[in-house]
């Protein structure tokens, strides 16, 4: 029942590199998320998006850039790869106000 | 600034032990409050949520929750755990009207001996 999928689901990269996570959903819900979760912080809003083309910050967006140009596809790049992005981030969807989460991807910096 | 807490970051117990992990919010007026269930290298799972109404909701296996609005909290609760309950366990709140910028507690990783 997984209506959200996420790719990759691992990776390694070096400090400084460009990352891209994908993120698509086939639900159709309006509202969609990336968040990352660390040990001794729980999971933390990066972004998030209300619809197509609109998109907030959360608490954590520094160093993340997101887009959102289909209602399933919501993108999350790293744009200068950083040792303190290594983390596991999970992409997430909405239908008004139960999230449902993705099986998230491993991103470890080097 | 608005936070959730989850007062245990490791509980151990014996099977069939009763459980209770605490919540609490700082948010003021409607909320919508959710226990999630990460199992060991798996996603979120949606335990249980409250939105109105009976304050003691009752999820998936065998959990259930209670929403104290005067005390601000919203205790996740079983009464016989099992080991295949070990997992880590987050607290999560929304405001209301479809707001959905969900703040999550730092988790309660619980550990079930055999």
């Known amino acids: 029942d997984a209506g959200i999928t996420q790719s990759p689901r691992y990776k390694i990269t070096e400090t400084g590199r460009q990352v891209t996570l994908m993120c698509h959903q086939t639900w159709s819900h309006s509202y969609m998320f990336w968040y990352r979760q660390d040990l001794g912080h729980g999971l933390r809003l990066i972004y998030y998006?209300?619809?197509?083309?609109?998109?907030d910050k959360g608490e954590v967006p520094d160093g993340y850039v997101v887009s959102r140009s289909k209602t399933e596809n919501f993108p999350l790049t790293l744009e200068s790869a950083t040792r303190s992005q290594t983390s596991v981030y999970f992409c997430?969807?909405?239908?008004?106000?139960?999230?449902?989460f993705g099986e998230g991807s491993w991103l470890t910096v080097v | 600034a608005q936070s959730v807490s989850q007062h245990n970051h490791h509980v151990i117990l014996s099977e069939a032990a009763s459980l209770e992990l605490g919540c609490n919010y700082s948010y003021g007026g409607t909320v919508n409050l959710f226990w999630y269930v990460q199992y060991p290298g798996q996603h979120l799972q949606l335990l249980l949520k409250?939105?109105?109404?009976?304050?003691l909701v009752k999820g998936i296996k065998g959990f259930e929750a209670e929403f104290i609005k005067s005390k601000f909290s919203f205790n996740l609760r079983k009464p016989s755990v099992q080991w295949s309950d070990t997992a880590e366990y987050f607290c999560a709140v929304n405001r209301g009207a479809g707001n959905n910028d969900m703040r999550f507690g730092a988790g309660t990783r619980l550990t079930v001996k055999p």
């Open positions: 409250y939105f109105s109404g009976d304050p």
């Open positions: 997430a969807s909405s239908d008004r106000n139960t999230i449902y």
């Open positions: 998006s209300a619809a197509a083309d609109i998109t």
